[in-house]
């Protein structure tokens, strides 16, 4: 998510962009009615197991229960869509690949979400609100193709593919903060303490709407600035920019649950500087964005 963190939960129009890294699932049948499922990290290496029987959706065995519920939980809501999905009592043997690694939080539970859905042949948003209370931007995002605006108004959510044709995406990076932050219990602590939340969510709308339209870095700078003081303000905590980076000669913005996973680094020094600063400070996943993205690539060479 570029821009509408927290705020999107309160009809901020939010920028999100989708990865090219995701997560892929094959399923064959088997005999049992059970569902064997099985994780893989994106070196190939288990990280999941678990059995579930269909008969009452329980889990039989499993390697973390937490995952193993919410995996149980997610084809609950599937068969409430569905109720042909799964009914002929037959087995399966499921297997999800990831393409990044885990711990870089780039929407594992939401790429889920999505494929799962299209093996029920289901809405990737309706299953997504049938079983969680988030505002849904990275469900939606990780079925695009291209850059998406997504807002939540009164439980109406509309979202468009956009372009998003900046002149310096060789100036922007990705700087993974050795920890990873629960994304839900951001959530509760935004519902729980921010303050002017109404006004929060139009003036990052306002935000989104100028950054579409930004064609240079100085006023790219600017307005993550802007959205980082008003979203720190809101919740009472320091940006990671002030708090780790504040020598920095770029923008840094904290992006989805601040803490953790990623933030955003603007730079316009060289490649090797930048990567340097980061490393000294000891950040070594400094990700480059055409590592991340590749729209803009298709942009470039569409007619």
């Given at each position: 998510?570029?821009?509408g ?13 989708p ?26 290496n ?9 008969f ?15 995996l149980?939980?997610l ?28 711990e ?17 042949d ?9 079983i ?15 850059p ?21 995406f ?14 839900e ?12 939340r ?5 003036e ?5 709407e100028?950054i ?13 600035n ?27 913005k904290?992006?989805?649950a601040w ?20 490393k000294?400070?000891?950040?070594h ?17 569409a007619?």
């Amino acid at each position: 998510m570029l821009t509408g963190e927290y705020a999107v939960l309160d009809g901020a129009k939010a920028i999100s962009l989708p990865t090219k890294q995701g997560q892929h699932l094959s399923v064959t049948n088997q005999r049992s009615s059970d569902l064997t499922w099985k994780s893989l990290d994106h070196k190939g290496n288990v990280w999941f197991e678990a059995k579930i029987s269909f008969f009452d959706f329980s889990v039989v065995k499993t390697t973390h229960d937490e995952h193993a519920e919410k995996l149980t939980k997610l084809f609950k809501g599937a068969v409430r869509l569905n109720s042909d999905f799964l009914s002929k009592w037959s087995g399966f043997k499921a297997t999800t690949k990831l393409d990044f690694p885990i711990e870089w939080g780039l929407g594992s539970s939401s790429s889920l979400t999505n494929i799962v859905a299209q093996w029920a042949d289901v809405n990737p948003l309706l299953l997504h609100f049938k079983i969680n209370s988030g505002s849904g931007y990275d469900v939606a995002t990780s079925a695009a193709d291209y850059p998406i605006t997504y807002q939540l108004i009164d439980d109406s959510v509309s979202y468009t593919e956009i372009d998003l044709e900046f002149p310096f995406f060789d100036n922007l990076y990705f700087v993974h903060l050795n920890r990873k932050q629960s994304s839900e219990a951001g959530i509760k602590y935004y519902l729980k303490t921010a303050k002017g939340r109404n006004e929060l969510a139009k003036e990052i709308t306002t935000i989104s709407e100028e950054i579409m339209d930004c064609r240079d870095l100085k006023s790219f700078n600017k307005l993550l600035n802007e959205h980082e003081k008003l979203v720190s303000k809101s919740l009472r905590l320091s940006p990671m920019g002030t708090e780790f980076f504040s020598d920095f000669w770029g923008q840094i913005k904290s992006l989805g649950a601040w803490g953790g996973d990623f933030v955003l680094a603007t730079s316009d020094r060289s490649e090797q500087e930048t990567e340097k600063y980061f490393k000294d400070k000891g950040y070594h996943t400094v990700v480059k964005f055409d590592e991340l993205f590749e729209f803009h690539k298709n942009l470039a060479t569409a007619p």
